[in-house]
């Protein structure tokens, strides 16, 4: 791209960070923060171990214990083979590699995507990665952050740099005011149902517009999170004021001087007025209705007082009947009224204390519903010691909810807390895949407040209706 012609955020980041660049070949991007945690690690380890390589830069290296790890007893060893086998791994890697380790039980253990923000390790301008496709997270602070491979994460480790094809870029404007009981999840699976689960791909997308200016810090990680469920390698928000009243203080965040240099660098961080994206979409924040999903895709997602549609959206007829029939659903069903078996509140989409809050706010004072297994998971350790000290644990255990300790959780049933087969689990999380909650089981995505309310109702409902 010639220098003077108009960039957007992503090419004035990408070409920021290119180490080599040759024409139909891929950039080699040179890597500014790697996130990693015990399942994506231990082959790459490995690999450097046989090559013999010792890991470029450990302290561009953080590491955390989450996707595979119970969250309930954390103190006593694990007793699931696999899960305490890959924890145990990790450790002795990052020793013997010398990175830093946020371990189970560490007051900064956490979801990898939830640590990094809250620590001030994630900052505007980065190129970051992670083995985990909801790296893209991190891109709400004007950042290019996302996933890779196990083969890649060794490639960071041996080289702080990777090989990648530069993205198409997307920009997506969503404008207006989002209505009462509307969440910043209920905008990203809007998206979703509109573009379909693949709408995104081969693209990098810059969520702009007033209605994304408007969202706090934790709101914006949600959307950037889901991302990855329109098949986009990434997405990212330009930093603004509420960016830098975010990270102002954090532990890793610069100070004094080093402060006021990065705030000024931080500020040119914004799509030029006249850039060219490949792709680009438009949506009115009044159009928008707290959502759900009804199949086994992000992309089949209806607003929750509409009936699921008669005709396939977002995917084939077959694939349709097939998502219908796992569901356990129907053609011009509505949902409203359906009952459920299990809420879940975790996950690196929604386990941040601004969802914690927005969830005890709404069931103080109330009961969950007889017929529901509820389990909130904070993302981190920082998450739950904060809703201690705000007393949320007190209005969830009062409300009968299961109040757990950090982790991924039922988010991917790589742990212990599955939902069974056959059980209907409305859930905060990003995917709704067959068998992603655990075998057989039925997942239906929402925002914080639509989940709050299947809880204390016992099926699903239109937020609205019980808000004041």
Known sequence: ME?????????????????????????????????????????????????????????????????????????????????????????????????????????????????????????????????????????????????????????VMATECILQYKPKTMKIEINGTLGNGVLSKDIILYIISQISASGGTGHFVEYTGSAIRSLSMEARMTICNMSIEMGARGGMIAPDQTTFDYIKGREHAPKGQAWEEALAYWK??????????????????????????????????????????????????????????????????????????????????????????LVADFVKGKQKADNVNVWIVPGSKKVEAQAIAEGLDKIFTAAGFDLRQPGCSACLGMNEDKVPAGKYCVSTSNRNFEGRQGPGARTFLVSPLTAAAAAVTGKIMDVRQLLN
């Open 3 to 155: 220098d003077g012609m108009a960039k957007t955020l992503f090419d004035k980041i990408w070409e920021k960070h290119i180490v080599k660049s040759k024409s139909e070949y891929p950039d080699l991007i040179y890597i500014d923060r790697h996130f990693i945690h015990e399942v994506t690690s231990p082959q790459a380890f490995d690999g450097l171990r046989k090559r013999n390589l010792p890991l470029a830069n450990p302290q561009q290296t953080i590491a955390t214990a989450d996707h595979n790890v119970p969250t309930k007893n954390q103190h006593l060893p694990i007793t699931e083979m696999l899960s305490r086998f890959q924890v145990e791994t990790l450790r002795e890697n990052c020793k013997e590699f010398g990175v830093e380790l946020y371990d189970l039980g560490h007051q900064k253990q956490g979801i990898v995507h939830v640590i990094g923000p809250e620590l001030g390790i994630t900052l505007p301008g980065l190129t970051i990665v992670c083995g985990d496709s909801h790296t893209s997270t991190h891109g709400a602070f004007g950042c290019i952050a996302f996933g890779i491979g196990t083969s890649q994460v060794e490639q």
């Open 268 to 357: 040119t961080l914004t799509s030029d007025e006249d850039a060219k994206y490949d792709t680009e979409y438009s949506y009115k924040a009044e159009d928008i209705e707290p959502m759900i999903t009804y199949g086994t895709n992000p992309g089949m997602g209806i607003g929750v007082t509409q009936n699921i549609p008669n005709v396939a959206m977002n995917s084939n007829e077959q694939e349709m009947e097939k998502a219908l029939g796992y569901m356990g659903l129907q053609k011009e069903q509505s949902l409203i009224g359906k009952e459920i078996d299990y809420v879940f509140i975790g996950s690196c989409t929604n386990s941040r204390i601004e969802d914690l809050r």
